[in-house]
Structures are given as structure tokens and as C-alpha cells.
């Protein structure tokens, strides 16, 4: 009777039957308290009892499985009758213990009981004949079967034992609590139970005890059919699915094999097991068993916790929840292997809700894509093909993440190998297998999406392609950019088969019905598709950019599209962004591309014009990245050079870096000084790395060596002279060394001057002397020769170092002087002229002329004067001391060259800097000669000269800066470039103010005809003296106005002198420069603060109206044009607060998950922002603006002025924001509140009839016939197709785009009207009305995102294999996508619904 005995600690005898009725009465639902002595005599039995009777019930649990033990079986239940034993009051001791261990109070022993009392429980249900005994009860059996999710402690890790005696904090909180009636209990019991503490030992007990549990479970469910009991089964189902996350699965895990529920060591694979165990037969309809598991490992899929109700939480990554997750792959990857096509339908199904419901979250898109390309591989090709269809229409979807995420899908499909064609057995599907198809129609067509995000990750997802092992990959790209495509195979591809259907160019794939044809590539559009690259790299959002840049550069280094300067120089020139973490993904992709062909000289050249510039970046992070890559690239590559070793490709590529420096890129050397100054802080030029360099100064790449080594040499001039002065004597008897390494070699002696003996310095100085004595020199060489010569000459006595340049300096100009003198004085000299020699004697005059001021006579100056002007008469009669100069009026045209002349402009420029009379008595010449002067180069030098004049002799020259200033307008584009920079500079060091008209002359530069030289004007207004002074363009603004209009009536304003030629020259007058003012005014405000908007507003009321109100200002026709003028730029909205005028949101989808709290606080900060200026703004216009207003429009309609029109057109703009309150505005003036609100009628007509043109336009264009083998029935959004169209903001256009976005400036010419009307209808973009009233809002027309694989209803989301929807998170549902009627079963929610929302439904059949 080891039964009997085994059952004694349960004290069945005990029991009152009154109690034993009660607690069935009760449904075992609540703990019926029994009497104390009994229950001590209970929770007094240990675990050892309970596993006893456990091993006798298990014996009698797997009897009935043996034929030859049957009676065996038979006898349980007889035995307990027999010994006078209750199976009612048994069941119902059971569920004490259980109860009692689902208490949030109770301790270990309790839910260590409760865990075995519900193991045996289950036992008791598997032993045949549990059913006729009444042991079955399905509230019992959920309870006992999920009881381990309330006996294990949760976040067990995290509590904190806590001493009996509680601190005087814990008390009072504890004192606080108990005042509070019946609710205090039940807060100290869950603060006793957050409190409770439980040891390794005890968390061992309990999940010893949980395992047992999940094993009985096995054991019931292999015995126990749950056919009739479908609640029963999914509570299983959802119990098992919580247990995947119980604790870590040690080692390999195979659901192949046939188990043992024995040999399973951990809860998870139980769990595993227990679903397997579901799915089968006996269990109910395999459909909805499979249905049922499969929901429930979505969300593990997923990583999601989804609870009975509401919108499932995401899960914190970690390897227990991927590991997990991976598990869970595997399992319904097994599951499909073993039930094939009964499990595929819901595999469809899964697939899609992983799509579906996935996150913004980058983590969760790449992990839920890796799923998505596990489960697939598990597919047919028909399937597959089917699935890719769906995923198509999917990529049009209105959610942002949809489209998102069907990248991440494509880019994990690209990885798997590409399925043949003739795998397929549906035809029409056939071309959904090729890799081609991915890339092109679902990858490069989302450039064209209205959201930067997706534009972004499709550039992205393209550069990504490119780096994948698949050969057919690479020629899916290729076509798309080259014009004649890759007709033959590549070596090793496999063979893609002929797609049946017509498929048009990739512009139409957004916006009209995709169809597909047998066209083998987008080689027509090859072209376009670069362009579109191209402009993607200028997009107006920086994630667009960077992408782009990505894209640009692995196509580049994959030979995709040619390795073109253009190409390269877009690249270059993004280093240089406006976004800093776009110029260093710049430089990050720069370096790559280096990397990847750096024997490529036009690679070279734009690496070097893109890092080098960065050292001067104004971000110290771009700084050190850029002199992180040359010190990768150029310091640490200078290695020992030996002649027998060959260099290898990075040490080549050193070298011809350095090289081109040199050569071809000359003007990098200021930024590449940089380097060598943070350089020489970091102590990186050792004597070492000094030797090695030196070492390279006899290779063939000698030219990057003595580059490098000037350099270095001014901050580490301890150097082995010896092997220096040897390079100096090889240069000087030499006369094949380039000019650029004869100039690193003198500044390389001049800077070691200082530590070379007294013979050494003398006879490199005869060197040097005999050397520019024969003027054989390139003028940058006899520069650098004159300076080193200099350096020589240093010492600590000044009056010796200037004797020696006096010797020797002098004797060179008397040279130049002896040789100016033979070609002017003598009659034949002209003719025989050698310009090169000319040029020289004059460099080198001009030259030398800074050291030796004193050597320089009035004859010098004549003569180098007489270039530019010949006086034979008076210098044939002054031979010995020429007379003083004669002032003249302008330089005379002789017959020498003008290249001769423009170097002769800038000696007499190097003369004046030392002689200040000679300043005062040129100034004169030099400005009339930059007024009536011809050639461009003399000019052009007179303005760096008078430039440079004005930094030494400011005062003087200060009088002249209108005559440099009005080259601003000059007719030639170098000369204005010219005078632009230089003015800029000197504005910026305080040499030169805005005084006069400087400020509006630098205006008109903004629309000069040139854009270089206009987008140069805006960079140095904005980022070098808007910088300097933050008010200018504010107090400049309103005299603009009246400066560009040539009016001068105003007692204030342009006032300043200005000759009657300036005035017209800068004129801006007239209908016919209309747009370029309205150009510089909107310039002007875009860049103004709310502030300043506020108060030019106000002061334009009340400098401007007020003077024609007041009649200071004659309503005459300029007076009414300046009138007109006004009122257009107040409607501008430029003008308009962006307070006011910004937008409160974003629109929908364009946001991710993690910024949606952020967006919701600024919207509401903008609301309320928002809504107190617009208060202080509507005040100050009714108070300032308003009087004047309704006394301007009395004096326009005396006078009928056409200014009417303006001011009307402008009310009509303003009160736009104030519809609701024209009365309390203009209760003064009935007749002027009828007429705006007349006008405000008017102008909504006017807009709704622009909105039906719009609606009718594109309804037209979107009548597209789809063809038999179209993909989706409709696009996403009706959209006409213009052949390059951005979605995202781009560079305003100044013909329309501001007439479109506001109502600024009105349009009476009927012909601007009608293209206005026109341009409207091309550019909008609506939805139908009507359009949403036969589909879900959040889906595209007619897109098939299939979620019920032809079954009208998606059996995932039906409990009872009915219309009842389970979850609000599963409520999309459209057509099949394999279904070719339109008039499908539809189910279909109005809206994407939100946490508890209920969920609308219609249907329509065949």
C-alpha cells in the first residue's frame, strides 16, 4: 500500500466535507481558509512527501500505457475507494497548496508546494479514467498549468532582504499607509512582497519545482487530448510561449530529433516541446493550433512583450533575448519541415506580421530582417515569389517603417542565392526571383519617396549592394547606370530567365503602376539615374547627403560610373558642408575611395583639395579627423629610403600625394602648414624621422621630400646640415631641378641660416647673388631666392643687416634699373623687347625694392612709371637725376605688352608701400585707372594694390574704397571676384567699415550673373561678417529699399555722397530688376531673428507709411512704385515670425519611434509660443500698423493710385492669420473690413478652384492602363511624373515657388496668373476625397498588403476561426495578393488602430 501511505501528509481523513464542497463550489478560484490544526499539519509536510507521492503517481500515470498493465491502471482509482479516500476532497487539498502558493506573500516552502501540489494535479488528470472520476476542471487545470509564472519570483535579482526591525522612514511611510482603511492592507502587502527576499538556495527550490511542472504538463499533454478543450489548448499555448524566456538553454538544441521528455535539462526546451506537442492532432484542428503558435512566437520573433491587452513593449535586447529569439526561428522553421503545406499558409502570414508590426528601431529592424531571410529560405520559389510580390506593395506603404523595413528585407534577400526563374511555377510570378528586381524596383525607386529617411537608407541599402558577393547583384547595379548595360553574363552567374511583363523606367515606380517587362536593364534612363545620384549628394537633409555620398563613392570604387572629374570634385566639395557630420562622412568616404584606387591621380587630387582644406575646419572633430588621415596617409608612411627596395602601394601612394602637392595643388600649402604646427606639438618630428626623410631627398620623388621638409624644418630646424648643403650645391650647378623644389630648398636654407657658420652663409649668398644676377630665374624662385637671401643676413644688430641688404639688395636694383633704362630710353628698345626678361627685371626690382627702401630713387620710379607710360622727353633730359614726377591724370597706352604693364603695376605697388608720398601721389592715378582702365590684368592688380595699400596707409586710402567698391559691378567676372574678396578681408580686420554705400553695393553681388561669384558673396556675408556683426542686414534693411530704387526724396535714407555713375551703376530701378531685389531682400530676412523681423516690421510702419500718411513723401509715381514695393516685401513671408509661421508638427510617418516624445514637447512649446506672439504681434498691428493703414487706402483712393492694388493684396496676405477678428481690426473703416473680407472670400475660391485643377490634373495623369502582369493595382499616392522631382525641400526657385507656398506678392498680369495655375497642377499632390472610403486611411488604394492569404480572414487573428479579431494589433487586412478580382472579400480597419481601440469592419464579396 505504498499509495496510501505516500498520501498520509495530505490528511485526506481530516478534510470536513463541508469545506471540500465549498472550495468546488467556489470554482477554485479564491483560498477557503481551513481549520488551523489541519493546516499546520499541511504546510507542515516537506518536499520530500510530495515527491513520493509524485513517483507513485507517476507509475500509475505510465501503467496505461502498457497493454499488459491495464488493470493495473484501472486499480488507482479503486484503491482510493477502497481505503475510504475522496478524489473530490483530494483535488480539493491539492488546490489549497496551489492556492496558497499563488499568493504574492507567500515564502519559498509555500511555491515550492503549490509547484509540486500542481504537478501532481496534472499526473492525476493523465491516469485513465480522471474524467469519469471527476478530476477534470478547467479552472483548475489553466491554474495549475500557469502557476509557475506566479510562484517564480520576478526581478528576483533586484530585491533586498530587509531587516525585521524597519527604518524610522520605512515606519513613517508604513504609519502613513495604515490610516488608510481597507486599501492600506493591500499596499503593505505588495511592499512586504517587493521586499521579500529569496536566496540562491530558495531560487534553485522553486526552479527545481517549475521544471517538475513543465515535465507533468508534457505528460498530461501526451496523454490528455485538449480536442473538445480549445481554451484550454491556447492557454497552453500562451503559457509555453512565457517559458521560452525562463532561463538560458545551455548547448545545442536540435527539434529534429524524437524527444525524450526526460533527456530535456531545461524549461525552455520543454516549452519548445510542449508547442510541438500542440500542434498535433489530437490537440484540436491543426490550422488553429499552428495559428495559435505561431501569434504567439511573432512576438518572441519580434522581441516584444505583448500582453492580454494593449500595444506590445518592446523587450531590452540582450544574448539570453536573441538567443531565445533565434530559438524560436529555428522551432517554425522545424515546424514547417515536418507539416509542409499545412504550416506554410501561416508562415506566409507570419512573414507578413513580422513586416508589418516591426519598429523604427534600427536593432529591431536588422535582427526582424534576419528573420524574415531565415523563414524564407524555408519557402518554394512560388511562394517565395508570392511573398516578394506582397513585400513590394508593402514598400509603398504610408508608414514610413514599412518602407523602411522592406529595404532591411531586400538587403537580407540579396544575401541568400538568387532562385532560377523555371523554379517558379506561376509565370506571371517568375520575375519576382531575380535579384535585379530587388535592387531596382524596390532599393533605387525609393530615392524618389517623399521622405528623407527612406531616401537616406535606399542610398544607403545601394552602396551596401555593391560589397555583396553575388555577381548578379553587381550587374543589377550596373544596369542601372550604364547606358548600355551588362548584356553577357559574368563569369560564374547563374542564368536569370526573360520576365513576360512591360516594366517603364524607374521615375514612374513611386507614382504610377509598376509594370513589368523583359527589359533586361534601365539603360535609357543611365544618365538620370547618375544625375539624380549627383543631386541627391546636394539634398537639402543630411541624412540624405551622407547616404548619397556612401552611394557616390561605391559605385565609384566599383567602377559603376566613371571615375570623372565631375564626379570627384562633388565629393571634394561636400568636405567642405554645412553639416558637420557631412563632412566627416565626406572625409570617411574620400579616404575609401583613396584606399581603393590610390594609383589613381584624380582620386589624388581630390583627396588632397578635401582633407587638406579640413585642417582649417571650424569643428575641432573635423580638424582632428582630417589630420588623423594625413597622418595615416603621409607622416607615418616617410620610412628609410634605399634605392634597391621597392616601395610598396602605400608608401608609392605617400610619395605621389606629396608629389602633387607640389605640383598641381600649390594653393593647398597654407592649409597643409597647419598640419606641421599641431604636428610639432606632438613631438613627431625626431631626429629620426628628420633622417628619414632627408633619406628621400635623392629619389626620384625628391620634390614630396623637400616639401615635406620645409615644412618641417621652421619647427624643427635641427637638422644634418651637411647633407642639406649638399642638396644645395647639386641644385645650383644643376638646371633640370623643378621650380617648385628650387623654392623648398631655399626655405629650407633660409630657415637654417641661423646655425651655419659665417662661410657657409658667404658663399651661399655669392651663390644666390650670381644666380638672380642673370635673371634666368622663374619669378617664384627669385622671390624665395630673395627672401632666403634675407634670412642670411639676419643678425641681432640691425644696422648690419640692413648694410648688407643695402649692398646687396641695391645692387640688383641697380641692375633692373640699368636694364628698365635700355629698353625706355633707348628708341629701339621697345622694339627689340624680350617680355620674359622684362617681367623678370621688374619682379625683381619690385622685390628686392621691400628690403632696401633707401636704394630706391626717384629715376627707379620714373622708370618703372614709364612702363605704363612713356616720358622719353623728360628722361633724355634728366640722365643723371631725374626731376620729380609729374602727376598724371591716367596711364597712356604705349606699346608695350600688357602683361609687362600689369607686372609693372605691381612693382609701382611695392614702391608706394615704402614711400608714403609716393601713396598720396598714385592713389589718384591708380583709381582713375580702375574706372576708365581697358586691360583686365593691369586693373585687376590695381585692386590688390590699393588693397594692400589700405592696410599701411588706411586713412589715406579710406577716401578711395568707393572707387575699389564699384569694381563690385565691374563688367569683368574676375575683377568683381577679385574686389570681392579683398574687400572682404579688409572688412574683417577693421581696415575698411560700412560706410556709404559699401553695404548695398556687396548687396547686388548676391544676384551677380555669375553663381560662383554670387554663392561666394553669400558665403563671406553669412559665415565671415554676418558672424562679425549679427545687426548689419537688420539695420541696413529698410534704406535697401529705397537704395535699389534710386530714391533719395526720404529725409533719412540714402542720403550718404555718391557720384551720379555710381548711382546708375548699382541701380537696381525698374520692373526689369524686380526679381533680383526681391532676391535680396528675401536673403536679407531669411536670415533675420523673430526679433528683428518684428522691429523692421514695425519701424517700415512707421519711417516708411508714416511718411506718406504724413505727406513727407509726395505720392508722385516713384512715391506710389516705393509704396508698391513696400507693401510686396511686408507680404513677403520672410517677413512673417517663424514663430508663427513654422509648423507645429511633422508630417505623419515622418518621425521614428524615439522622437515622438521629443516632437510631442516642442509641438506643444511651439503651440504656446506660438500663441503669445501672435497675441504681442496682433496688438502691436492694430496700434501701428491698422490707423495707418485705413488713412494710406483714403489718400490711394484720392489719388487712384495703382498702389491700391498692393496695399490690398498686402491686408489680404496679413490677415490671413487673423480671419476670425477682421471687424475688431477695422471697426474704424466698414467700407475697408467689407473689402478684406470680400478679398479673403475671393482668395479661398480662388484656392479651392486651384485645389479641383489640381485634383483633375493629376486624376488624368494617374489613368495609367495596368497591364495583365501589373504588380500592384495603384500607387501609393497619385502623382503626375515630372522627369526629376524631390520630395524633400530643395534651393528655392525664384520664378515660382514662392508664388505657390504663400500668398506674398499678387499677380495681376493674367499671364503670370495662368502659369501660376499651371505650375500648381503639375506640382500638388492630393488624395482623393472619395478615396478613403473603400479602404483603411493608413493603406495605398488597391495596394494588396495581404495578411489573410485567401481566406477573406486571416486565421492568425481569430480565436475561433471567426470574424472576431484577437488582437488590435493585427487589423490590416486587404485582397490577397495572388487574387486577381477586384471584388474580393475585404476586411479592413478605417484607421491603423491604437492601444484598445475597437476595430471597424466591412466586407464586400464577389
Not at 498530461?220 to 524566456?245: E, G, H, M, V, W
Not at 526679381?1075 to 530676412?1085: A, M, P, S, T
Amino acid at each position: 500500500m505504498e499509495l496510501i501511505s505516500a498520501l498520509q501528509f495530505l490528511k485526506l481523513h481530516q478534510i470536513p466535507e463541508a469545506w471540500v464542497d465549498a472550495v468546488w463550489d467556489s470554482e477554485f478560484i479564491e483560498r477557503k481558509p481551513l481549520d488551523d490544526t489541519i493546516e499546520e499539519q499541511l504546510t507542515a509536510s516537506g518536499d520530500e512527501a510530495f515527491r513520493n507521492l509524485y513517483e507513485c503517481l507517476l507509475t500509475y500515470a505510465a501503467d496505461w500505457q502498457s497493454v499488459s498493465r491495464v488493470g493495473t491502471s484501472q486499480n488507482f482509482w479503486v484503491i482510493l475507494v477502497e481505503n475510504g479516500l475522496s478524489v473530490k476532497t483530494l483535488v480539493a487539498v491539492l488546490s489549497f497548496f496551489v492556492l496558497t502558493g499563488k499568493d504574492k506573500v507567500a515564502d519559498t516552502q509555500q511555491r515550492v508546494s503549490s509547484l509540486h501540489a500542481a504537478s501532481l494535479y496534472l499526473l492525476l488528470l493523465g491516469i485513465p479514467g480522471s474524467i469519469a472520476n471527476k478530476v477534470f476542471h478547467e479552472v483548475l487545470l489553466d491554474t495549475c498549468s500557469d502557476l509557475s509564472s506566479h510562484c517564480w519570483p520576478h526581478d528576483s535579482g533586484k530585491k533586498r532582504k530587509r531587516d525585521g526591525l524597519k527604518t524610522s522612514q520605512a515606519d513613517g511611510k508604513r504609519s502613513k499607509l495604515q490610516q488608510k482603511g481597507t486599501q492600506e492592507m493591500e499596499v503593505d502587502e505588495e511592499e512586504e512582497e517587493e521586499e521579500r527576499y529569496f536566496s540562491g538556495m530558495d531560487l534553485l527550490k522553486i526552479r527545481d519545482a517549475v521544471y517538475l511542472l513543465v515535465q507533468s504538463l508534457l505528460r498530461f499533454l501526451q496523454t490528455f487530448p485538449l480536442k473538445d478543450r480549445p481554451q484550454s489548448a491556447s492557454n497552453c499555448t500562451q503559457i509555453f510561449s512565457k517559458l521560452l524566456y525562463f532561463e538560458p538553454v545551455i548547448g545545442h538544441f536540435d527539434f529534429a530529433v524524437v524527444q525524450d521528455i526526460t533527456k530535456l535539462r531545461s524549461v525552455p526546451e520543454m516549452a519548445f516541446y510542449g508547442l510541438e506537442l500542440l500542434c498535433s492532432p489530437k490537440h484540436g484542428n491543426q490550422r488553429e493550433s499552428l495559428r495559435r503558435v505561431f501569434h504567439c512566437l511573432l512576438y518572441v520573433i519580434l522581441m516584444m512583450n505583448k500582453g492580454n491587452r494593449g500595444k506590445p513593449s518592446l523587450l531590452v535586447l540582450s544574448q539570453a533575448i536573441l538567443y531565445t529569439r533565434d530559438l524560436a526561428i529555428h522551432f517554425v522553421c522545424h515546424l514547417v519541415d515536418e507539416l509542409k503545406q499545412l504550416a506554410l499558409p501561416f508562415l506566409h502570414i507570419l512573414l507578413q506580421h513580422i513586416c508589418f508590426q516591426m519598429v523604427e528601431k534600427s536593432e529591431f529592424r536588422s535582427h526582424g530582417a534576419q528573420a524574415v531571410g531565415m523563414l524564407t529560405s524555408e519557402m518554394i520559389s512560388t511562394d517565395y515569389a508570392r511573398f516578394i510580390k506582397w513585400l513590394f506593395n508593402l514598400s509603398r506603404h504610408s508608414k514610413m517603417v514599412c518602407r523602411l523595413f522592406s529595404m532591411d528585407v531586400v538587403m537580407v534577400l540579396l544575401e541568400q542565392p538568387e532562385r532560377r526563374p523555371g523554379e517558379c511555377l506561376d509565370p506571371e510570378l517568375a520575375c519576382f526571383l531575380s535579384h535585379k528586381f530587388l535592387i531596382q524596383n524596390m532599393l533605387f525607386a525609393q530615392q524618389l519617396d517623399e521622405s528623407p529617411t527612406i531616401q537616406g537608407h535606399a542610398l544607403s541599402c545601394l552602396a551596401q549592394c555593391l560589397e555583396l558577393p553575388s555577381l548578379n547583384v553587381t550587374r543589377a547595379v550596373h544596369n542601372l547606370f550604364s547606358a548600355t548595360g551588362t548584356q553577357t553574363l559574368l563569369d560564374g552567374e547563374t542564368t536569370e530567365g526573360s520576365v513576360t511583363s512591360q516594366q517603364k523606367t524607374y521615375h514612374s515606380l513611386p507614382f504610377m503602376t509598376v509594370e513589368i517587362s523583359s527589359t533586361d536593364s534601365f539603360g535609357c534612363n543611365a544618365r538620370e539615374n547618375t544625375t539624380l545620384l549627383l543631386q541627391r549628394v546636394k539634398d537639402s537633409k543630411i541624412n540624405v547627403r551622407k547616404s548619397a555620398l556612401q552611394a557616390l563613392v561605391s559605385l565609384l570604387r566599383h567602377a559603376v560610373i566613371p571615375m570623372s572629374w565631375e564626379n570627384l570634385a562633388m565629393l571634394s566639395e561636400r568636405c567642405r558642408d554645412p553639416a558637420v557630420s557631412v563632412r566627416k562622412k565626406a572625409l570617411q568616404c574620400m579616404g575609401e575611395l583613396l584606399l581603393a584606387k590610390p594609383e589613381c591621380s584624380m582620386v589624388q587630387k581630390a583627396w588632397l583639395q578635401g582633407v587638406v582644406p579640413a585642417l582649417a575646419d571650424s569643428e575641432n572633430s573635423v580638424q582632428d579627423k582630417a589630420l588623423e588621415a594625413l597622418d595615416q596617409l603621409l607622416l607615418s608612411q616617410v620610412k628609410p629610403y634605399s634605392a634597391s627596395c621597392h616601395l610598396d602601394t602605400s608608401k608609392r601612394l605617400t610619395w605621389d600625394l606629396l608629389c602633387m602637392l607640389c605640383h598641381k595643388c600649390q594653393n593647398l600649402s597654407p592649409y597643409f602648414s597647419r598640419a606641421f604646427t599641431i604636428w610639432s606639438k606632438q613631438d613627431k618630428f625626431t631626429p629620426t624621422f628628420i633622417a628619414n626623410l632627408i633619406s628621400h631627398t635623392k629619389a626620384d620623388h625628391a620634390d614630396g621630400a623637400w616639401l615635406f621638409l620645409s615644412k618641417a624644418v621652421v619647427l624643427s630646424p635641427i637638422l644634418p646640415y651637411g647633407k642639406i648643403l649638399e642638396a644645395w650645391d647639386h641644385m645650383v650647378s644643376s638646371k633640370d631641378t623643378h621650380v617648385t623644389t628650387c623654392c623648398h630648398i631655399l626655405c629650407v636654407i633660409g630657415n637654417i641660416a641661423a646655425y651655419l657658420n659665417e662661410d657657409t652663409k658667404d658663399r651661399i649668398v655669392d651663390d644666390l647673388m650670381s644666380w638672380l644676377k642673370t635673371f634666368n630665374l622663374a619669378l617664384e624662385v627669385i622671390s624665395a631666392a630673395v627672401e632666403t637671401l634675407y634670412q642670411l643676413s639676419c643678425s641681432d644688430d640691425i644696422k648690419q643687416t640692413q648694410a648688407f641688404l643695402n649692398q646687396h639688395c641695391g645692387e640688383l636694383v641697380s641692375l633692373c634699373e640699368g636694364y628698365l633704362s635700355s629698353i625706355i630710353l633707348n628708341e629701339k628698345g621697345a622694339q627689340n623687347l624680350n617680355e620674359e626678361l622684362m617681367v623678370k627685371h621688374l619682379h625683381t626690382l619690385g622685390v628686392v625694392s621691400l628690403h632696401c627702401p633707401a636704394e630706391v630713387g626717384k629715376r627707379t620710379v620714373l622708370l618703372v612709371e614709364s612702363v605704363l607710360t612713356i616720358h622719353s622727353d623728360k628722361l633724355g633730359e634728366c640722365q643723371e637725376e631725374l626731376q620729380a614726377l609729374l602727376p598724371l591724370s591716367q596711364f597712356k597706352a604705349n606699346s608695350l605688352p600688357s602683361r609687362v604693364k600689369a607686372h609693372a603695376v605691381i612693382t609701382l605697388g611695392k614702391l608706394c608701400l615704402q614711400h608714403e608720398e609716393l601713396v598720396q601721389k598714385y592713389l589718384p592715378v591708380f583709381a582713375r585707372e580702375l574706372e576708365v582702365g581697358t586691360e583686365v590684368a593691369v586693373r585687376n592688380n590695381l585692386v590688390v594694390i590699393m588693397c594692400d595699400l589700405c592696410v599701411r596707409y588706411t586713412t589715406i586710402v579710406d577716401h578711395y574704397i568707393p572707387n575699389i567698391s564699384a569694381c563690385l559691378r565691374d563688367n569683368e567676372a574676375v575683377i568683381r571676384e577679385q574686389a570681392l574678396i579683398t574687400l572682404t578681408n579688409l572688412l574683417q580686420e577693421d581696415f575698411v567699415k560700412w560706410k556709404g554705400s559699401l553695404f548695398f553695393r556687396f548687396m547686388v553681388v548676391l544676384v551677380d550673373p555669375v553663381p560662383a561669384i554670387a554663392s561666394l558673396c553669400e558665403y563671406c556675408l553669412l559665415h565671415l561678417l554676418l558672424k562679425k556683426n549679427p545687426e548689419m542686414f537688420s539695420q541696413h534693411f529698410i534704406e535697401c529699399i529705397f537704395f535699389f530704387n534710386s530714391y533719395s526724396k526720404h529725409n533719412t535714407y540714402n542720403k550718404f555722397p555718391q557720384s551720379e555713375s555710381g548711382k546708375l551703376h548699382f541701380s537696381l530701378k525698374g520692373v526689369q530688376y524686380r526679381e533680383k531685389r526681391f532676391q535680396i531682400y528675401r536673403f536679407l530676412l531669411e536670415h533675420f531673428t523673430d526679433a528683428q523681423r518684428f522691429h523692421i516690421t514695425n519701424k517700415i510702419s512707421q519711417t516708411v507709411l508714416a511718411c506718406f500718411v504724413d505727406e513727407e513723401l509726395p505720392l508722385d509715381t516713384d512715391g506710389a512704385e516705393m509704396l508698391s514695393e513696400t507693401f510686396n516685401i511686408l507680404s513677403l513671408k520672410e517677413m512673417k515670425l517663424q514663430a508663427i509661421s513654422a509648423p507645429t508638427g511633422v508630417m505623419a510617418g515622418e518621425e521614428t519611434e524615439e522622437e515622438n516624445m521629443a516632437t510631442m514637447a516642442k509641438t506643444v512649446l511651439q503651440a504656446a509660443q506660438k500663441k503669445v506672439v501672435s497675441q504681442v504681434q496682433k496688438k502691436a498691428f492694430i496700434e501701428n500698423t491698422v490707423p495707418l493703414i485705413i488713412t494710406l487706402k483714403i489718400l490711394l483712393e484720392q489719388k487712384r493710385s495703382p498702389a491700391l492694388r498692393d496695399l490690398m493684396a498686402y491686408l489680404q496676405v496679413t490677415m490671413q492669420d487673423y480671419r476670425n477678428e477682421v471687424r475688431e481690426f477695422f471697426s474704424g473703416d466698414e467700407q475697408l473690413m467689407a473689402e478684406v473680407e470680400f478679398a479673403l472670400r475671393t482668395a479661398e475660391k480662388e484656392r479651392e478652384m486651384e485645389e479641383q485643377m489640381e485634383i483633375c490634373t493629376l486624376t488624368g495623369d494617374a489613368k495609367t492602363p495596368t497591364a495583365q502582369g501589373s504588380v500592384w493595382d495603384s500607387p501609393i499616392r497619385s502623382r503626375p511624373f515630372l522627369p526629376v522631382r524631390f520630395a524633400t525641400p530643395q534651393p528655392p526657385r525664384p520664378d515660382f515657388l514662392s508664388l505657390r507656398l504663400s500668398q506674398t506678392v499678387r499677380r495681376t498680369n493674367r499671364s503670370r496668373q495662368e502659369e501660376h495655375v499651371k505650375f500648381i497642377a503639375l506640382e500638388g499632390t492630393v488624395i482623393p476625397q472619395g478615396g478613403v472610403n473603400d479602404r483603411a486611411i493608413s493603406t495605398p488604394k488597391g495596394g494588396s498588403v495581404n495578411l489573410t492569404f485567401d481566406e477573406g480572414v486571416s486565421a492568425i487573428f481569430s480565436d475561433q476561426g471567426t470574424r472576431h479579431f484577437w488582437d488590435a494589433g493585427f487589423t490590416m487586412f486587404l485582397k490577397p495578393m495572388d487574387c486577381t478580382c477586384e471584388n474580393t472579400l475585404l476586411v479592413s480597419s478605417t484607421t491603423w488602430p491604437r492601444d484598445g481601440e475597437q476595430i471597424s469592419q466591412w466586407s464586400r464579396s464577389c
